[in-house]
């Protein structure tokens, strides 16, 4: 069946949403403020690991049915316990409470009397936010009308009136580059990129978008690679421009404005000088709508995966799970889960991240059987000791690491990656006795 028009549009507006959320709004301003004159090298880098990557990412995962079947291409124990992991990390551990929390700390503490109770404000404003999200997660066939022709354009209708108004009167200055960014700009976006948690979203929304295909009719496996890829490009396309506009205001605001921890004090700063008081409504409703969306299509596609695992459970009873569960977790606040988040996305994001670039190259691997397991195995192996390396002193096992090109600044992996795909390509060809990959 051919797609309308405003089908094909709504189902973009609504893969758009599920990644927009939480770091998509408060990142790239922060990019754009610690870079500042290096602005356009940095979000160069930031661009291809939080939308390049992210739309292979639906991409590939359309293509296999699901996160757990590309997975299995290295072996099935660690298809099973990596597709937790990631839903875990990516659902209710960590990135459904970090985009529930982000709102009500970034967009709605600041303005509280200070005599007010801190816990109970956050604890009513995040029953309420995950009343909403459980809600609208329990009619998954209805959330391409809900999000895509209301939640998502009122969304995009508020930021582009916040940047065109700072267009014509916003303050500007722009400062010169951070240390950070000073001489390596292009590499420290791209692992900003990783905050993101888009290419892990991505392995989730795969297959939210080929069943959202399917439930409209949808059904040939080509037509829907090729709806899907048109939204992945239509998605990928509004998100650069945000993330160009917001990083354009935090760079040009560089020079005005103290750089804190992180992109919402830059947002919270702007909208103040751009409308007072009353700005805080204004990213209020921009930072809750972003999450809202967000939340929804993570706790929908974590509960669509659980619901296959068992029969005990259906799928109504895991959103109830998952929604209970980011509640308690979002109530520990926001710098206990981002202090979780970062070493987590760096064990995980680059054994994802070539997930999906094998994903891609199948056509030419499928009949390796080395490539994905030696590759997949070695870029964990590099990945995980480097997130425990900045966590917990390893000694000989650090010392030893650092010896990878690039290691120091996270990207020891790649290299790694390179070796091990070429290794794995050639040793078939060599004449020595092959031994197939056991499935286990």
């Not at 004090?265 to 921009?286: P, S």
């Not at 296959?308 to 109830?320: A, F, G």
Request: aromatic share 12%; with cysteine; glycine share 8%.
């Amino acid at each position: 069946m051919k797609l309308s028009r405003n089908k094909m549009l709504l189902v973009s507006f609504m893969l758009f949403s599920l990644f927009f959320g939480a770091g998509n709004l408060i990142f790239p301003p922060f990019l754009g403020q610690s870079a500042g004159d290096q602005t356009p090298f940095a979000l160069l880098g930031f661009l291809i690991t939080a939308v390049v990557l992210p739309v292979l990412g639906v991409l590939v995962v359309a293509r296999f049915d699901g996160l757990e079947r590309l997975a299995s291409r290295v072996n099935r124990k660690f298809a099973l316990v990596f597709t937790i992991l990631i839903y875990l990390s990516i659902g209710p551990g960590l990135g459904i409470p970090r985009a529930a929390s982000v709102p009500f700390e970034m967009a709605i503490s600041p303005y509280l009397p200070s005599e007010s109770s801190f816990r109970l404000y956050m604890l009513g404003y995040s029953f309420l936010f995950f009343l909403v999200a459980g809600w609208l997660a329990l009619a998954p066939n209805k959330l391409v009308n809900r999000i895509g022709k209301v939640l998502t354009p009122s969304l995009l209708v508020l930021l582009t009136f916040l940047f065109c108004t700072f267009l014509f009167a916003g303050e500007s200055q722009v400062a010169p580059a951070t240390e950070a960014y000073q001489s390596g700009a292009f590499v420290t976006g791209f692992l900003e990129g990783y905050n993101t948690m888009d290419a892990i979203a991505a392995l989730n929304f795969g297959l939210v978008i080929a069943t959202t295909l399917r439930s409209l009719n949808v059904e040939n496996k080509k037509d829907i690679m090729h709806y899907t890829l048109r939204a992945g490009i239509a998605a990928g396309t509004i998100l650069s421009l945000i993330y160009c506009g917001l990083s354009y205001m935090g760079m040009k605001s560089s020079a005005v404005y103290e750089l804190h921890d992180n992109g919402a004090w830059t947002l919270r700063c702007i909208v103040q000088q751009l409308f007072g008081n009353t700005g805080a409504v204004l990213l209020a409703a921009i930072f809750t709508l972003a999450c809202l969306t967000t939340c929804v299509g993570l706790i929908t596609s974590i509960s669509q995966y659980f619901s296959t695992l068992t029969q005990r459970l259906q799928y109504r009873h895991w959103v109830l799970l998952i929604v209970a569960f980011s509640f308690a977790v979002c109530n520990q606040g926001l710098g206990t889960i981002l202090s979780i988040s970062v070493p987590v996305l760096n064990a995980i994001y680059p054994t994802a991240i070539v997930l999906i670039l094998l994903g891609l190259c199948d056509r030419w691997l499928h009949d390796n059987p080395y490539v994905y397991p030696c590759t997949v195995g070695a870029v964990s192996v590099v990945s995980v000791v480097y997130a425990l390396d900045n966590v917990l002193p390893l000694g000989a096992v650090s010392r030893l690491f650092h010896h990878l090109p690039f290691y120091s600044s996270g990207m020891g992996w790649v290299t790694v990656a390179v070796v091990m795909t070429a290794v794995s390509v050639v040793l078939p060809k060599l004449p020595l006795p092959r031994f197939a990959v056991k499935e286990s």
